[in-house]
């Protein structure tokens, strides 16, 4: 399984096309001779990487995942696919249908006590309430994402918590902030070479669109570049007061 170990480095180092052409190599015998978690694993690597590519055959790989998996009778490996199947749905509009998948995820998270996977849970179910401007319902969850991360020092999956927080800024009425929280996520990523999902790049695109029309350029460019000064620690005490605007839709950001 060289070509397996060959495509989650690609993941990792952000080389999707290849990914795909690794999985690929790996699934036809794979399926005769591996463990199904694992070829449940491999199909949902598969569909993350086609997700900006071939969309059709991404959700047909992570559903093919997702029966692979129960069948398995894997819990972490059924969360994990739950998790990324679901963020997909939900980029797409399934609102329902990834919530549930979500939900389930966190439930499967707490039985085994996996902290990664609990964070990625509440991270997407942050997401998932966000894609309906819930922003109350997006903010405990977003705290419990970075509460989860920070316990197994994960700094990829604090980054996305800061990219979702430009998100809840935009909801609750502050641009500005969104754009600095945006400009700290990318600066980080490209410091410590982060690669984050296509899934996730194309929940922020539509972030990182907002804010600059709501902006100048002038004004966006000087908060993009304030927020690149900062820490993800920065960042994350920085949106404190929007966290707590979102949780009091009466409260005044401006003004708390």
Not at 175 to 204: N, Y
Not at 226 to 231: A, D, E, I, K, N
Not at 235 to 246: E, G, K
Request: contains cysteine; negative net charge; aromatic residues 6%.
């Amino acid at each position: 399984m060289a070509r397996a170990w060959l495509a989650g480095g690609w993941m990792n180092q952000g080389e999707f096309t290849k990914a795909i052409d690794a999985v690929d190599e790996v699934v036809p015998d794979g399926r005769r001779v591996e463990k199904p978690s694992r070829i449940a694993l491999l199909l949902m690597a598969r569909g993350i990487a086609r997700a900006d590519i071939a969309h059709d055959q991404a959700r047909a790989d992570f559903a093919e995942a997702l029966e692979v998996a129960w069948a398995a009778g894997d819990p972490l490996v059924l969360g994990y696919v739950q998790a990324h199947y679901g963020a997909r749905l939900c980029l797409d509009g399934d609102l329902d249908q990834a919530r549930v998948l979500h939900e389930e995820a966190l439930t499967i998270a707490r039985s085994i006590g996996d902290e990664n996977l609990r964070a990625e849970a509440h991270y997407v179910l942050a997401i998932d309430a966000m894609a309906v401007s819930d922003a109350r319902s997006a903010t405990p969850q977003l705290a419990a994402a970075v509460l989860h991360y920070r316990s197994i020092d994960h700094f990829q999956g604090l980054t996305r918590c800061v990219g979702a927080l430009s998100e809840l800024a935009l909801q609750c009425g502050d641009p500005h902030l969104a754009a600095r929280l945006i400009g700290t996520t990318a600066a980080v990523r490209d410091r410590f070479g982060l690669k984050p999902w296509p899934s996730v790049t194309q929940a922020e695109r539509r972030t990182i669109q907002r804010a600059a029309a709501l902006l100048s350029d002038g004004e966006y460019t000087a908060q993009l570049a304030v927020g690149r000064s900062q820490t993800i620690d920065d960042a994350l005490t920085a949106a404190l007061p929007i966290q707590d605007t979102a949780a009091d839709p009466h409260r005044n950001p401006e003004n708390p």
